[in-house]
């Protein structure tokens, strides 16, 4: 089976801009995690999706979105992008509800992105 | 915000020998994860214990869990070079198994 693919894996973008990162799901799962990692806060939860849906955001501002596509495959978007939105944004995928908690997230490459 | 702290933050060692990380968490769990990332990649699943276990193996890895103090350990065994990452231990939030709180990271650094 192919991993999860994000595209595309560098970005580098001006503050103001906004900026859409992709991410593919292995085949047959349905949720979609996405989490930003930066040296200073760590690794951090995002929001997860599930058949098109939004399940759970974490802490960030309303500027972070995100949507899933019929198809599993899910987009986040970065508007009005600030310094400190450079970071690497990593994406997760699991077969999703109705499974335990007791199964592992399986992680893309990432996207870096860097904001000037 | 992080669940807890990784300790050491960095750990350096000769090939061949063990590495144990100690991870620490603050809320009641379901299981604790731990993941391996290489340098500026994604992350790699490794074991994952359930908090009604108190000792899970899995190759050269073996994952201790102590609820009661809140804590857990990753030893990696005769140590390669190819193991030099960080490490992460993992907690799912209470309610939503994918939503994941962080420890800080333990870097290893296996020398040839």
């Known amino acids: 089976k192919a991993g999860v693919t994000q595209t595309p894996r560098y970005l580098i973008k001006t503050r103001g801009q906004q900026v859409t990162l992709s991410c593919s799901p292995i085949?047959?799962?349905?949720?979609v995690s996405w989490y930003q990692q930066t040296p200073g806060q760590g690794l951090q939860f995002l929001f997860e999706?599930?058949?098109?849906?939004?399940?759970n955001k974490g802490n960030f501002p309303g500027r972070f979105s995100g949507r899933q596509f019929s198809n599993s495959r899910s987009e986040m978007n970065v508007s009005t992008l600030e310094l400190g939105d450079s970071a690497l944004y990593l994406c997760a995928s699991s077969p999703g509800q109705g499974v335990t908690y007791n199964s592992p997230l399986h992680f893309g490459n990432g996207t870096r992105l860097t904001v000037t | 915000s992080q669940q807890g702290e990784e300790d050491p933050q960095a750990l350096s060692i000769q090939e061949g020998e063990n590495a144990t990380m100690n991870c620490s968490y603050k809320?009641?769990?379901?299981?604790l994860q731990w993941y391996r990332q290489n340098s500026g990649r994604g992350l790699v699943h490794l074991i994952l214990?359930?908090?009604?276990?108190r000792e899970k193996h899995s190759g050269r890895l073996r994952v201790t869990l102590d609820t009661s103090k809140k804590s857990s350990s990753l030893l990696i065994t005769a140590s390669r070079a190819a193991d030099t990452a960080s490490y992460f231990c993992?907690?799912?939030?209470?309610?939503?198994?994918?939503?994941?709180?962080f420890g800080s990271g333990t870097q290893l650094t296996v020398l040839p």
């Open positions: 999706y599930f058949s098109e849906t939004q399940r």
């Open positions: 214990i359930r908090s009604n276990e």
């Open positions: 993992a907690t799912p939030r209470v309610g939503s198994a994918r939503q994941l709180t």
């Open positions: 085949s047959g799962h349905r949720s």
């Open positions: 809320t009641s769990i379901n299981n």
